[in-house]
């Protein structure tokens, strides 16, 4: 039996091309990469969540964007959104291969700053196979994350 050399990614053009291997519409951009992940919800809806991936010191940068601030704001009072912050927190002290983030460009709390889940993987012998794990670790995630916290 044959096996296939696993195929290595070493650049975000190489990202874009193992992402639309693997059924990902992807993009290629001044910023990065831009693509998404699909989550079907239990009522058999579906939300898309957008994602950019970044190269930073020779690592991808997968930034998963879970929702605004805003979005936040019109589920949960000011004491639901406390209690939120402190779940993230506690999530983020567990050993996983994600974590949770603010994307905040201006250190001002405002409705537009951006929730993410977000992953690294050192570029170098990083591969396709590599690369639809850490997707997969990141729908898994919000999977758990999403319908629990965030409607």
Known sequence: METMEATKIGTLAG???ALR??????KLTDGGVLTGVSLTEEDGASREFPMLITEENGSLEMNCQ????ADLEEDHDE???AALAWVFLALNTEIQPW???LINPDGELDPTD???LTDSVPLGDFSTEELQSAMTTLLRALANVVP???K
């Open 79 to 81: 004491n639901g959104l």
């Open 21 to 26: 291997e693997l059924g990902y519409h992807a």
């Open 99 to 101: 974590a949770i983030a």
């Open 15 to 17: 990202t874009v091309e």
């Open 66 to 69: 879970i929702c605004t601030i």
């Open 114 to 116: 951006t929730v993410v």
């Open 148 to 150: 629990t916290f965030i």
